[in-house]
């Protein structure tokens, strides 16, 4: 919604004049919503938005139209006065909307193909206030962002959630609309997607598709047919839909949600099972037989209105989607040993891993108390910085003590319980950051490489080992600090380190920060033939933050963690015993 508004914006500078002014008013009103805490959809059911500063009753009409219908107005009275593309136009950079009012003017040029063709055959020169260098200048721009378009973007899941939901939102005010769902890596929960994937059942797919295009955000559309179509948003998400008809709806989702290798494995199966598994149809083999002589034989579709039917047919578990990878899901559903008590979000019941103002927190521990309550959760594990990470904010002893006297003060004001934690610092020489005497008085204990230290891959190794032998039981803290598309993990020897925790009083942190996501899936099940349990953590800086639990879920459910080998899964009497560092 925030993009189809900037679009508005953009449209309406290029309009200039007395619409410069509409023009500012958009921006300014789209970083008001922005900033806007809280459920905007519901600000817009109840007729709130005009009580956000800088939200007049024009702009909060046209939001709430775009919010409803996926429409405006505005937009598409904007939109018939422009050529299409020319908001494709503005992302170039360097490339003023005044230049591409005047290209349009002079050229009539509307998408950066056809300026690219007219600058190759040196007709953009004459145009006034251009010239011969930036017409050169501006070819080399274009190939700069044809370099930059050509290598997918690939968006972090919370943020291919947000859009997807937006798409999901516009869609479902179709009228007519049956069924829709997000498929593909989103709904895979994989950490980064480069395609968003929506199957949607419509009684005739063809003017769904019609009504998905006239969604504001879409720059580009890159491929359509009658029952499909992808495209690029204005963020630079590309976005596939798939439409077909309600009782096609269950196998649509199947194939498309994928995994590629997921979907090719199960049509060899069934094939083997005398099925033709295909994207549009299965189809089962029918031979009719008179007095031992094949009549005719032929093939009948089966009917696949839910999903979950075509694991059955297969004569296999149903698969979740989080594990459809063939990673061993495959092997494991039809030999009937697939976990069927995949940990969910309703399982949990503590929030483990927060910060508060004591370190690097956003909120007071009465906030995140108060939010956790919120949530349902039973349980709040307070663990801030150790002195080692100074520059987190690390507590030392006597401020420690103070946090102990707030969370006891706390404590008497809310149902929740909280727990005094600490996520200890990881030091070089695999020691944590407080002495015995006082690691024993924590109720939890997370422990955290943060700092490398410049350590090889076997003195990193020795390292952990050695921290995962500390006497006191310790909670491994996102295990080999991995920041999603900005640093890789480091370097170690993971399967000896998980050895050892087999063997020591400690288990593994799922961490559910969506740049973290550690530890990884493929070490989850290492971890899992150990036998070493785990904890499901939010590692939340602030009291939003812990929304992160959906994700550290996923990543679980994509671990094949069940719910008897997640610690937070228990009351909180058990998980105070299980975790109790001395
Ligand atoms: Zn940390
Ligand atoms: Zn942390």
Not at 174 to 179: I, R, V
Request: aromatic content about 6%; overall charge positive; charged content about 30%.
């Amino acid at each position: 919604m925030r993009l189809a508004r900037q679009e508005i914006s953009s449209l309406l500078e290029l309009k200039g004049g007395v619409s410069r002014f509409k023009a500012r008013a958009y921006q300014t009103g789209a970083r008001a919503i922005v900033a806007v805490a809280g459920d905007i959809g519901r600000m817009i059911e109840e007729n709130r938005l005009i009580t956000v500063p800088g939200i007049g009753n024009a702009l909060a009409s046209q939001i709430k139209q775009l919010h409803l219908t996926g429409s405006s107005s505005v937009l598409d009275g904007l939109r018939k006065e422009f050529p299409p593309g020319i908001v494709e136009l503005s992302g170039l950079p360097g490339l003023s909307t005044a230049k591409i009012a005047t290209l349009h003017e002079t050229l009539g040029i509307t998408s950066i193909a056809e300026l690219q063709a007219a600058a190759e055959a040196g007709r953009v020169r004459d145009v006034k206030g251009f010239g011969a260098k930036t017409e050169q200048r501006l070819l080399e721009l274009i190939a700069n962002h044809d370099r930059e378009h050509k290598t997918e973007k690939r968006f972090h899941i919370h943020h291919a959630q947000r859009i997807g939901d937006q798409v999901l939102n516009y869609l479902q005010a179709a009228p007519g609309l049956k069924e829709v769902s997000v498929a593909g890596s989103l709904r895979r929960w994989n950490e980064t997607v480069g395609t968003i994937r929506i199957v949607a059942s419509f009684k005739r797919p063809k003017d769904l598709v019609a009504h998905f295009l006239r969604f504001p955000m879409i720059v580009k559309v890159e491929d359509q047919t009658d029952t499909s179509c992808s495209v690029q948003l204005a963020e630079g998400a590309r976005v596939s839909l798939r439409a077909v008809e309600p009782n096609q709806f269950g196998l649509a989702l199947f194939w498309e949600t994928g995994s590629e290798a997921h979907v090719k494995k199960l049509h060899e199966i069934a094939s083997r099972n005398g099925l033709d598994l295909n994207r549009e149809t299965l189809k089962v083999k029918i031979n009719r037989v008179k007095r031992g002589k094949s009549l005719s034989s032929g093939r009948r579709p089966l009917e696949i209105r839910n999903e979950s039917d075509v694991y059955p047919l297969l004569h296999m578990q149903y698969v979740p989607p989080e594990l459809r990878e063939d990673e061993g899901e495959i092997e494991a559903a039809l030999n009937k040993t697939l976990p069927e008590d995949l940990v969910t979000r309703d399982d949990i019941q503590g929030m483990v891993h927060c910060h508060t103002t004591y370190s690097d927190g956003k909120n007071s521990i009465e906030e995140m108390a108060r939010a956790a309550e919120a949530m349902g959760m039973k349980y709040l594990t307070i663990t801030d910085h150790s002195p080692t990470a100074f520059y987190a904010g690390g507590l030392k002893l006597d401020r420690l003590q103070r946090q102990w006297d707030e969370i006891g003060e706390t404590q008497e004001k809310v149902k929740i319980k909280l727990l005094k934690g600490t996520e200890s610092d990881i030091l070089s020489d695999g020691r944590l950051d407080y002495p015995d005497r006082v690691l024993e008085q924590f109720d939890v204990v997370i422990a955290s490489i943060h700092s490398r230290y410049k350590m090889d891959s076997e003195k990193m190794t020795r390292c952990l080992m050695a921290a995962m032998r500390q006497p006191v039981f310790k909670i491994w803290g996102h295990a080999l600090g991995r920041l999603i598309q900005r640093r890789p993990p480091f370097e170690c020897d993971v399967e000896r380190v998980l050895d050892v925790i087999a063997e020591s009083r400690a288990a593994i942190e799922v961490n559910g920060d969506p740049y973290r996501l550690d530890m990884e899936p493929r070490w989850i099940r290492e971890a899992r033939k150990r036998k070493i349990k785990f904890v499901i953590s939010v590692d939340a800086h602030s009291a939003g933050a812990l929304q992160n639990l959906k994700y550290g879920v996923a990543m679980a459910r994509r671990g094949w963690l069940r719910q008897g080998e997640v610690l937070n899964t228990l009351g909180v009497k058990a998980f105070a015993k299980a975790v109790r560092p001395a």
